[in-house]
């Protein structure tokens, strides 16, 4: 057997019993905090997550990689053994699961742990914020393992439940705006355009023409129409000159109202140049 591989095993084994070593520590400290404090001590989500993603010796964050995943399990464990059912604490434990795996591109993984995490979402928090999370999460795994007729249908779950919470609390807008910018990236033109048009005049009609989100969808909107490959039919590029005329318009009128403006400027002025080629060819 060659040296290197011998090394190379050698320096392998050394790391592994590293993490093994950290791992532990970490997991040590993490039943110590847990156990020091009933769960009143917990002010909020992030005092839990933080006892068992941070490393209270060298400080270090492990939110990806083999470590974070070995420490959800054991977060998981921990929370089995000494969690009633519908405690919070439980909830969260599970929620990391498929969370960890999704952070470390395991979208496989994360879909099956995620479809626990929303049964007992369904059950245990009425309020329903807890699972809008999960099916934002549960649409982008899908889309990312190509099972894109599934992600669809998530997103349509997902997309009136959180512009409804919108209307109610007036929550940041951008994560409605994710899910077509992603399909946008994953040149699912298409598709995101039978979404966006379902999606632009349920935001126009409960938001307003003005309203942040209404114009992203918009400009989302003229993007596919034209960004794909070929047989573009003249009137879907005549739909989207308009919609990206209007949207422009509307954004430089309201000036630096929204923090995700000078982005959709951007794509509005590349789908109005992309549409005056378009039309060139056209004649």
């Known amino acids: 057997m060659s040296w290197r591989i011998v ?5 392998l084994s050394v790391v592994r019993m590293r993490w093994r070593n950290h791992i532990s520590c970490m997991v040590g400290r993490a039943r110590a905090d847990v156990a020091n404090g009933s769960n009143d001590n917990w002010r909020d989500a992030n005092d839990l997550t933080d006892a068992w993603t941070t490393c209270k010796n060298c400080g270090n964050l492990h939110p990806w990689g083999p470590i974070s995943v070995a ?3 054991e977060w998981w464990k921990w929370a089995l053994a000494t969690q009633a059912e519908a405690s919070l604490f439980r909830g969260m ?17 994360a879909i099956q742990l995620f479809d626990a995490t929303l049964s007992w979402q369904r059950r245990s928090d009425p309020s329903g914020k807890m699972e809008l999370i999960t099916l934002g999460r549960l649409s982008e795994a899908y ?4 099972r894109v007729d599934e992600g669809l249908r998530m997103i349509r779950e997902y997309f009136p439940k959180r512009l409804t919470l919108l209307c109610q609390t007036g929550m940041s807008s951008e994560t409605l705006t994710y899910f077509s910018d992603h399909m946008l990236e994953l040149r699912l033109f298409d598709e995101a355009i039978v979404l966006l048009r379902e999606q632009q005049p349920m935001a126009r009609q409960r938001l307003g023409r003005d309203n942040a989100l209404t114009l992203a969808l918009a400009v989302n909107l003229s993007f596919a129409l034209v960004m794909r490959e070929c047989n573009i039919p003249l009137e879907d590029v005549v739909e989207a000159e308009a919609l990206s005329k209007d949207a422009l318009k509307r954004i430089r009128r309201l000036g630096d109202a929204s923090d995700i403006f000078p982005h959709y400027i951007h794509k509005a002025e590349h789908n109005l140049r992309l549409c005056s080629e378009l039309f060139k060819v056209s004649r």
């Open 71 to 73: 420490l959800s399990w």
């Open 93 to 109: 434990a599970l929620n990391g699961l498929p969370n960890v795996y999704f952070e470390n591109d395991e979208f496989d993984k």
């Open 7 to 11: 090394d190379g095993r050698r320096r």
């Open 143 to 146: 889309l990312e393992v190509g």
